[in-house]
């Protein structure tokens, strides 16, 4: 996950977040001034040591509210995230 939010600007002031149990499973993506920057992990990715998805979902997050985050992923060594129906976000 550190290395995901690492491939991102972090001048964009949202990151659109798709997860899906079909192709292309789990994307990051921003957009802004700068330009635009997507990362794809396709589920067996080395990345993921567990990769769960019933249904496909297209989520925003501001990218104030993920900022936290990165200090923590800084001395993590495992990442969890879940993402529930309604799109509250757990890492």
């Known amino acids: 996950m550190k290395d995901a939010f690492g ?3 972090w001048n964009n002031t949202s990151v659109n ?3 899906s149990p ?10 802004g001034v700068g330009g635009s920057c997507q990362v ?5 990715s080395e990345v993921f040591e567990v990769y769960e998805c019933q ?3 297209e989520l925003v997050y501001k990218m104030k509210i993920l900022q936290p985050c ?6 993590a ?9 309604v799109g509250i976000i757990q890492i």
């Open 7 to 9: 491939e991102l600007d």
């Open 17 to 19: 977040w798709s997860i």
């Open 22 to 31: 079909n192709p292309p499973y789990f994307r990051l993506t921003t957009d």
């Open 40 to 44: 794809d992990y396709p589920k067996d």
């Open 55 to 57: 249904q496909a979902q």
């Open 70 to 75: 990165i200090k923590a992923l800084a001395n």
């Open 77 to 85: 060594k495992k990442t969890l995230v879940r993402i529930n129906q």
